[in-house]
């Protein structure tokens, strides 16, 4: 009754032979309107993707930010410092992601939300530190992250 395939082109050649034959023989419902489904998993992979590539520049920021974050002792002495100057618990751990995954991306987005308030304070107490996304960077970043949190 129904296939379920992802958005190539050469499998949009496929599909359209085969439901043509189908068709013609009377093995499909409705003539086949319902034939191929697009691939939820799909749709959403290519919806997050494009939504990553709106934000590169302050992922690119935050990426860097907590490589520098994480590079030293001494730094991340620094960003606890930061936090508790900020009244923000160092409780959560920085998670850096995988360049070719965008879930790793999605969660590294997610812990470093959580530290927001602190990383423009350690661009003030630490004059090494130059990766700070602006506010309304993190603005756009925590729009996204809700967005795609209630697609996850």
Sequence with gaps: MAITLDNATNI???VDSYM?????SGALPLRGRFFR?????????????????????????IRESLKYVKGSPSRLVR???????KKVPS???LKQDTLTTWNSTYLMLESALYYKD????LAIIDKYYSF???LDEWDKVEVFW???????
């Design 79 to 85: 960003f606890n410092e930061a936090a508790k100057d």
């Design 37 to 61: 489904i697009r691939c939820a998993a799909h749709v959403i992979d290519l919806i997050v993707k494009a939504g990553l590539e709106e934000l590169h520049e302050v992922v690119v920021k």
């Design 132 to 134: 700070s996304p602006s």
């Design 91 to 93: 409780v959560r751990k």
């Design 12 to 14: 949009d050649t496929f």
């Design 118 to 121: 602190v990383f423009p304070h």
């Design 20 to 24: 043509t034959k189908l068709v013609s």
């Design 146 to 152: 809700q967005i795609f949190s209630t697609l996850l």
